[in-house]
């Protein structure tokens, strides 16, 4: 009976831990039965979308498929990659020269897909390194690093790199102000010497090529980010800026104390006619250029010594302020140009500028001050409309292809979905946690391919299994195409994940290069084909011209190395066939692989320490044979009369 | 279906065995028709491979002039794999012509993945030579002169 009275007890309160449990999860683990209908790709079959999200501090850019949300690239960017030998081969080494020296890392944020007439078209995607301010360019035929170029007269390049509708200019803006021309002053100087910059990088409509056309000089605010006009407002670019309080110390509080700071407006149309007139001073600063010869499989550094700059003062109609409440973060633009979203970071209203109001303000002179020969329009004068309660802490907004804007909430953790217009909010929904970036498919775009937002979250807590104190970084995928809202997947980021963008796959599937052809290859080390295969001695560097192909090296047997040698293998992957990559790894390198792409050409240095006998042999998986892909080198003692032998 | 294959089986060993006056070319024919659609080929692949060459070439005498081309194409796209006297990672070539047709060395220097996939032939050289052979990037022009190449071999 006791047994029974027990049960009558347990089975209750059982129950009622059932119900409260799913109640509690109800958010967050609701059926997803329809979900999975909809990320399910059936294996073998493709996604519907490419999307490049940012690796944040890991420096790199990560290529997903949506809706999947499978990961299956990382492209080597501002970061050396041991696993390619990116950064470390002789090759690519160059493509991290900066005028701070070979820089190994970067912190890279906005991804940022090359437009034609103001829509996504798969030829380039550029990205910026924060830290040692940068912008690469990454070729979407090789998913390669392209060209990377360094933005002087910038810290914290952050508020960058958005492109104008055909790539006319890749506007860079500089987050921390500091003296300009650089120099040694104290800090406290901060009003008095520092400055910031808004960049414009030019780039060539055939073959992507970046230079610096001019940069504008601007208050020592700090400039966060940015977004070129579209359709209506093409010919201009959008800034955002906070400390306008010119705070040096603790920002947090010092630079929150303005109820209102800025969107810098600017007329690079204008800029173009000022620099006809000769308005720019060319001022000296270095700053290099680096870019990879695709024939010759070779980085190149290019040293720069002179930019051009704009002073505003100089430049009347250059430039505007648009006063923004509070802080204001990312600055979005929908697809027709005319509205300018600010999310402000503190504020508890979206605001939206509008750009006929703008331009009307300013033909009416219609100003509160100015800073610096800089006009602040008046902001009932520029405002199209407020966002009541768009979540807390607004940062970014990206748009659909109806009329509708979807706003990331940093401190509510949630999206919040309105209409461009009425500025009335339609839809919520929470994300998992902390969202920072969203990014619709060509949502920042004229032509959005409004089917999926992602939310890129800073903060995963309980969602995945946990590893320890370092937890995953994480993306969410939401189904906009109904009037309401729907989570559907999960998954995991490498880095923290920033912006990202996304094109449907149609478009650059076709494109995807297969492989070097070997006729083609330029490389001053080519081997093309085994007959060439040999070691050569010239004073203590010995080069070795190595060849790969399924399942062996040639040579792979070399002796007559010595202590004390430079050894350079000058690996060359004769294959001629799509996926089959050969690797190079011998014992005891003080640096990385290769990983050779077929019909490629890399070099990695070895300096043999000890004398004995070093195997080398492929890394990738190449053949039923890849394990018998293996060589021998002999390392003698300095002043040993070892003969040089290779088969 | 089972049954239907064997009885069409059994009807064309019947009608091969009972056909009059059979020439030991018909008789060849047949053999080979049968074996083409065991492996689900025409009578043309089982001869000459499978890929973009399609009827007999007309073969006149050795073109010494794309010899040398062809010899080159050789050493820069297949030598790693191909050694004319010895086994390397793939056979000796220097018999080549004397084994294949014309035909086959073409098609399986232009679409080796289908021919080790489907053909009789290259599936046993696969299980031989365990490396699958790639497509090495060449035109249909370039596996001409390669061919002529192999001609030139045998004297």
Known sequence: ?647 | MKKLFFITAVSILLFGACGENKSGADVETAKKEKMAKIFGLTVFELDNGIGPIKEKLNLGPIDSKIVETGRKLFDAKCSQCHKLDERYTGPAQRDLIKRRSPEYIMNMILNPVEMVARHPEAKKMFAQYPTQMPFQNVTQDDARMMLEYFRSLIK
Not at chain 1, 60 to 78: A, D, E, H, M, T
Not at chain 1, 243 to 249: G, H, I, L, M, V
Not at chain 1, 429 to 436: A, K, L, V
Not at chain 1, 508 to 531: H, Q
Request: proline fraction near 6%; glycine fraction near 8%.
């Open chain 1, 1 to 647: 009976m006791k047994k029974k009275n027990f049960l009558f007890v347990i089975v209750p309160v059982l129950l009622l831990g059932a119900i409260l449990y799913n109640c509690s999860n109800s958010n967050n683990a609701g059926n997803f039965s329809d979900a999975a209908s909809k990320v399910y790709v059936a294996p073998g079959t493709h996604d519907e979308f490419y999307a490049f999200m940012s690796g944040g501090f890991s420096g790199q850019v990560s290529v997903y498929g949506l809706p999947s949300g499978r990961l299956f690239r990382v492209i080597s960017v501002f970061s050396q990659n041991p696993e390619t030998g990116y950064g470390y081969s002789e090759e690519s080494k160059p493509m991290l020269n900066t005028s701070y020296g070979n820089i190994p890392w970067d912190d890279a944020h906005h991804p940022e897909l090359s437009q034609t007439d103001g829509i996504p078209d798969g030829r380039w995607l550029f990205i910026n390194g924060n830290n040692t301010p940068r912008i690469a360019r990454i070729d979407l035929k090789s998913f390669e690093t392209a060209e990377i170029i360094e933005i002087p007269n910038s810290a914290g390049n952050h508020g960058s790199p958005f492109v104008t509708e055909n790539n006319e200019y890749v506007v860079a803006a500089t987050r921390f102000s500091i003296p300009i021309p650089q120099k040694d002053v104290p800090i406290s100087s901060y009003k008095e010497n520092f400055k910031g910059t808004l960049s414009f990088i030019r780039t060539d409509p055939q073959t992507g090529k970046m230079s610096l056309a001019f940069q504008i000089l601007v208050p020592g605010f700090d400039y966060d980010l940015a977004h070129a006009g579209k359709g209506v407002s093409h010919g201009w670019a959008f800034f955002s800026c906070y400390n306008t309080e010119q705070a040096n110390t603790l920002l947090e509080i010092n630079a929150s104390q303005n109820d209102k700071d800025f969107v810098a407006a600017v007329n690079w149309k204008a800029a173009e006619k000022y620099l006809a007139q000769g308005k720019g001073k060319t001022v000296s600063s270095e700053y290099y250029r680096n870019y990879f010869d695709e024939e010759k499989h070779l980085a190149v550094s290019e040293k720069n010594s002179q930019v051009t700059i704009l002073d505003p003062k100089d430049c009347p109609g250059l430039i505007y302020y648009l006063p923004t409440p509070k802080s204001p973060h990312g600055v979005n633009i929908d697809p027709t140009g005319e509205y300018i979203v600010a999310g402000g970071k503190l504020s508890t209203v979206l605001p939206v500028h509008s750009f006929s109001k703008m331009l009307k303000a300013i033909e009416n002179k219609d100003f509160i001050g100015e800073v610096n020969g800089i006009p602040i329009l008046k902001y009932e004068s520029v405002i199209a409309g407020e966002v009541k309660d768009p979540g807390l802490g607004p940062l970014h907004t990206e748009f659909d292809n109806n009329g509708n804007a979807y706003t990331s909430a940093f401190l509510s953790s949630e999206i919040v979905k309105w209409k461009l217009g009425t500025w009335e909010v339609l839809d919520r929904i929470p994300t998992y946690y902390s969202i920072g970036h969203l990014m619709i498919p060509g949502g920042d775009s004229r032509k959005p391919w409004g089917k999926y937002v992602v939310a890129l979250n800073k903060i995963t807590k309980d969602r995945y299994l946990p590893t320890g104190p370092e937890l995953t970084q994480s993306a969410q995928l939401f189904d906009i195409t109904g009037d309401k809202m729907k989570l559907l997947l999960d998954f995991p980021t490498i880095g923290e994940p920033h912006y990202a963008q996304a094109i449907p796959a149609n478009i650059l599937e076709k494109n995807s290069k297969r492989i070097y052809e070997i006729e083609k290859n330029k490389n001053p080390f080519v081997t093309k084909s085994e007959k060439e295969a040999r070691v050569e001695r010239k004073g203590n560097e010995i080069h070795v011209y190595l060849t790969t192909s399924r399942s062996h090296f040639k040579p792979d047997n070399i002796e007559g190395i010595k202590v004390g040698d430079k050894v350079f293998f000058h690996v060359t992957n004769l294959e001629q066939d799509w996926d089959i990559p050969h690797g190079f790894a011998i014992k005891g390198a003080n640096n990385s692989e290769l990983l050779v792409m077929p019909g490629q050409t890399k070099t990695i240095v070895w300096n043999p320490q000890k004398e004995g006998i070093y195997p080398f042999y492929c890394t990738d998986f190449c053949s039923a044979l890849h394990q018998e892909m293996q060589g021998y080198v002999r390392v003698s003692s300095s002043g040993s009369n070892t003969k040089l032998l290779f088969n």
